[in-house]
């Protein structure tokens, strides 16, 4: 057995990605990666039982690890898997834009009709509550959106 590589589930997997045991199988649906830590490493006491490797498909029990959700949310954060900016299903402006909303001598409502986006969008790229990667790259915000 390679302990380096991944091992990919190739059982079914439900919505998210993960490779799961069915409910059909064990009464209820398991989370394979979730079968592989308790069987190799010992019982998840309730823990999340989160991926090294970012495989949604890993059983490798040497790629998992025990956390809650805000270890998952950091281990994330630390790798540079958050979606932000242009990269998020909602975005509604790009990169160019926001350095645009940032930077405009106009006031919030004109800017706002500008690039057809709510005042509170503008507001919240102007004190670099959203956008600060682009804005500010030297002081990212860990909860940015």
């Known amino acids: 057995m390679n302990f380096a590589e991944c091992w990919e589930w190739s059982g079914g997997h439900q919505s998210k990605g ?34 090294t490797c970012d495989n949604k498909l890993c059983v490798n029990p040497t790629h998992l690890f025990l956390g809650d959700p805000a270890d998952n949310s950091r281990d994330m954060v630390n790798k540079g898997r958050q979606s932000k900016g242009e990269s ?46 682009v804005t500010n790259p030297d002081h990212e915000s860990k909860n940015e959106g």
């Open 18 to 51: 993960y490779g799961c045991i069915p409910k059909s199988v064990v009464g209820r649906q398991i989370l394979a990666h979730r079968v592989s830590y308790e069987l190799f490493v010992g019982p998840a006491d309730g823990k999340l039982v989160c991926h």
């Open 88 to 133: 998020r299903w909602n975005a509604k402006i790009t990169e160019e834009s926001a350095r645009e909303i940032y930077s405009s001598p106009l006031r919030g409502v004109d800017v706002a009709k500008k690039f057809g986006v709510a005042q509170q969008t503008v507001c919240a790229i102007r004190r670099g509550r959203t956008w600060r990667h």
